[in-house]
């Protein structure tokens, strides 16, 4: 009997549907593991809606702007920072313990932490939930992803991972409806009724003990490394001590840093740029303050669900490039697209009619995403994969931690110069206008992470058409 991970095999290239190769129980694992990334998304998005309203709300009245954009950074970040951590710890406990049983926890832990956020009453207490929020998110896409890469045959793996991550726009707009639909209520208590939505994913721990298995690659795995002397599962000793596994690793989290600072640094903070225009455009309108307001929600969640949509395209659209030409080239593309977009995006928006823009960014800023979610568990054994996988993908979290900071000192220090360089007599509108466009420059810039992916390319393996990995020594076990 032939085995998909004999050496030589190509699975991506035999002539059959990958879904027919599935059985019911392959449909229960992906549906299950696709439900949890996809509400793990969906917490993710709520938060960034929710955030500049639930600051605004916890901190004294009367906290100047610059302040609660610096506070909402600093949320974003501890949020951010939670998440690469939580990546780190669960997904060696994935390795270690089971994809399973590990997931139904990282699940259970950010959808009660987001129901939590929304009684907070100090920022502190809201700080605190998010930081735990995140440790229970940031484990969730290297646990979904290896056991999926783990539960599937060779042939349906790609194109499930694929699918997998372009589902995740699913999350984000269900997210942006459920602001449109809030977009009436009182700011200072709407966010509370987004952040109790985001509990509800709890439900899902209740599935995911009771049915779900362990992959049998992973029994394999954990069966071999006793009989070889224990050689250890989700060790990152053994992940970076390890010269095959350490490359992948350092190269593959690089190649991550890129795509997640270019989103979590600068595309989600496209909101920054279209609520001014939208405000300004509803002021010319002579509405009412409470109308400016429901407004500048209402657009603000468009935004995210047009940013989304285009996000979905852009998955699939990578996925299909990822098996005609391979991972490497759709990559490359991926990267130059992204940038490209981001640059579009930041000079030329400027009215509602503007809004595909945010489109076209989304389907080129996200498509790399689902390049992560089919390439990083190509790159390690069943022993590591969970490990590797969320290494690579969380770690350059650390750095996306700083993003807000950065683009926010970036913008500051651009402002300061375009302001001084009105002169005493300028209006507050002209200078509302120069840090406007200090804005745009300093995203520009910073989208220039994007060069980072390109220049680490050269340097990984393709994996189109390969077995997944595996440790010769365990192989012969």
């Not at 991970?5 to 696709?34: C, D, Q, S």
């Not at 793990?40 to 809606?49: A, G, I, R, S, Y």
């Not at 952040?195 to 049998?216: D, H, N, S, V």
């Not at 109308?291 to 998955?315: D, H, P, R, Y």
Request: glycine share 10%.
């Amino acid at each position: 009997m032939v085995r998909g991970n004999v050496a030589g095999f190509m699975p991506e290239n035999i002539n059959v549907p990958w879904w027919k190769t599935l059985n019911r129980y392959h449909w229960f694992v992906f549906i299950v593991a696709t439900a949890a990334w996809v509400l793990d998304c969906l917490d993710q998005q709520l938060f960034v809606l929710a955030r500049d309203n639930a600051v605004k709300a916890l901190l004294p009245p009367g906290t100047s702007k610059d302040d609660l954009r610096w506070y909402g950074g600093l949320a974003q970040a501890i949020f951010v920072a939670g998440w690469a951590v939580g990546g780190l710890i669960f997904g060696a406990l994935g390795d270690r313990i089971g994809r399973a049983r590990t997931l139904a926890v990282t699940v259970l832990i950010y959808s009660l932490c987001t129901g939590l956020s929304a009684l907070s009453r100090t920022f502190t207490e809201f700080a605190f939930y998010r930081l735990v929020t995140g440790l229970g998110v940031g484990g969730v896409f290297g646990l979904s992803v290896a056991l999926v890469a783990d539960a599937l045959p060779d042939l349906a793996r790609p194109k499930a991972l694929g699918l997998l991550q372009s589902l995740s726009a699913v999350g984000n707009v269900t997210a942006g409806l459920c602001a449109m639909s809030l977009s009436g209520m009182n700011p200072a208590e709407s966010w509370k009724y987004l952040f109790w939505i985001g509990a509800t994913p709890a439900l899902l721990c209740i599935f995911i003990m009771m049915r779900l298995k362990e992959p049998q690659k992973w029994l394999e795995a954990r069966a071999a490394s006793k009989a070889v002397g224990g050689r250890a599962m989700g060790s990152y000793g053994s992940l970076l001590g390890e010269r095959r596994w350490r490359s992948s690793a350092l190269l593959g989290m690089l190649l991550c840093v890129s795509g997640v600072v270019g989103l979590w640094g600068v595309g989600f903070f496209s909101g920054a740029l279209v609520t001014p225009a939208i405000e300004t455009a509803l002021k010319a309108q002579n509405l009412s303050p409470a109308q400016i307001s429901e407004g500048k929600q209402w657009w603000t969640a468009a935004n995210l669900i047009v940013q989304n949509i285009g996000a979905f395209f852009g998955m699939l659209m990578f996925s299909k490039l990822a098996q005609g030409i391979g991972r490497k080239k759709a990559f490359a593309i991926g990267f130059v697209c992204a940038f490209a977009s981001t640059i579009l995006f930041y000079r030329c928006f400027h009215t509602r009619a503007d809004i595909w823009m945010s489109a076209v960014m989304g389907f080129c800023q996200f498509s790399l995403f689902a390049g992560f979610a089919i390439y990083l568990p190509e790159l390690f054994p069943t022993r590591l994969r969970s490990t590797g996988t969320s290494f690579c993908y969380n770690v350059g979290r650390f750095i996306a931690a700083t993003g807000p900071f950065t683009l926010g000192v970036l913008q500051k220090n651009l402002a300061d110069k375009a302001v001084m360089a009105l002169g005493a007599g300028a209006t507050d509108i002209a200078k509302d206008a120069a840090k406007l466009d200090a804005f745009r420059d300093a995203a520009c810039w910073l989208a220039g992470i994007y060069v980072l992916g390109l220049i680490v390319l050269p340097f990984l393996p393709e994996t189109k058409g390969r077995p997944l990995p595996e440790d010769e020594e365990l192989k012969k076990a």
